[in-house]
């Protein structure tokens, strides 16, 4: 035979997307939410964001360029994408330093240090968040009010989210009904009129983006959807348990960080199962852990710790939990 036939390893067949495509599409969903920031947290969002994502891939750009002495990928998009989505759980008056020192965590320990993208055990935006949440817990619980876009930077008025509302009052003895007439309405957070972080406020943001992204194929629905589902269970039934102690499950799925984590941090990539059945399982770990964090723990919020907890078990899930191989006989009976 004078044919040569060339073998080779799977994929053969390549598809449109790339890592730049995902990751513009990211970044335009999550645009509304950016757009809702600013008009409610005014130019301190503008100044956070703009320094999480240019200090983020100015890390990403000095370590390939001087200490890895590899191409460059600052054009993939992910440091871009890392630099909003850690812009997007700090408050939009937090010093610019403590922004920059997340940045260098996210990028330079939670991701260079592994090996870059795909690498990564962990989700970057999240440990760099738990970092600065561990060392500048008063900066990072400083939550600025809503009050449009003539919030200042510096000069923010600054108030207890929802969540903290709920434990402190619990904590001092205060009855669950006196509380939920201290936190915003369900209509005014779905829209959101409430104290939190910039990514925190307005679910129908989060949601428009969440459409944008299933629409584009970007995720599916497994993840994000078993998050906010085994929450809904889970507090439902504390609910109905002692609802004078325990808020509703719609109360918890809007105050917080809930739809940001789940529908784009807990969905990333690299740090999530690759099979459905998977994907179920770690969206329920997030949605159990976050509600026992925060009903049972000594923080508010418990998303981020959530997320990063499931992380460690993906290559347990991904080593036992496969889809059927092709061609597999099935046993009847």
């Known amino acids: 035979m004078s044919t040569l036939l060339n073998v080779s390893p799977s994929p053969h ?3 449109k997307e790339s890592t730049q495509k995902l990751m513009f599409n990211v970044v335009v969903a999550l645009l509304p939410a950016l757009f809702t920031s600013v008009f409610y947290f005014g130019i301190g969002a503008i100044i956070v964001t703009i320094t999480s994502v240019v200090s983020c ?16 990928s600052i054009t993939d998009g992910s440091a871009l994408v890392t630099g909003l989505l850690l812009a997007f759980n700090l408050p939009s ?8 020192t997340g940045s260098f965590i ?5 991701k260079m240090t592994f090996g870059g993208l795909g690498n990564n055990p962990f989700n970057p935006a999240l440990v760099g968040r738990v970092f600065m949440l561990i060392s500048f817990p008063v900066q990072m619980t400083s939550w600025p009010v809503p009050k449009g876009l003539s919030t200042g930077y510096a000069d923010a008025v600054t108030g207890a989210t929802p969540l903290a509302i709920i434990k402190e009052g619990l904590k001092n003895g205060e009855s669950l009904v006196q509380l939920m007439e201290k ?5 005014q957070m779905f829209l959101g009129d409430m104290g939190g972080s910039m990514g925190e406020v307005a679910a129908i943001a989060l949601l428009i983006g969440f459409v944008y992204l299933l629409f584009k194929k970007v995720i599916t ?3 994000p959807c078993s998050v906010v589902g085994s929450m809904a269970l889970f507090t439902l039934i504390l609910w109905l348990l002692n609802p004078e102690k325990n808020a509703d499950p719609m109360f918890h799925i809007l105050a917080g960080g809930v739809l940001l984590g789940a529908i784009f941090m807990a969905t990333d990539y690299v740090t999530s199962p690759m099979v459905p ?8 770990g997030i949605g159990i852990i976050t509600v026992v964090i925060r009903v049972y723990g000594a923080y508010p919020e418990g998303v981020s710790f959530a997320i990063l907890i499931m992380n460690a078990f993906v290559p347990l899930m991904n080593t036992y939990i496969k889809p059927k191989r092709f061609g597999e006989e ?4």
Do not use: R
Request: net charge positive; hydrophobic share 55%.
């Open 13 to 15: 067949i390549h598809g």
């Open 57 to 72: 891939l100015l890390f990403e750009y000095i370590i390939q360029k001087f200490i890895f002495n590899k191409p460059l």
């Open 183 to 187: 936190v915003p309405t369900p209509a």
């Open 221 to 223: 629905w497994h993840i």
């Open 330 to 333: 099935v046993k009847n009976g």
């Open 106 to 110: 996210s990028i330079a320990v939670a």
């Open 277 to 284: 059945k998977s994907m179920i399982i770690y969206g329920c």
């Open 93 to 100: 008056n937090i010093p610019v330093f403590i922004v920059v």
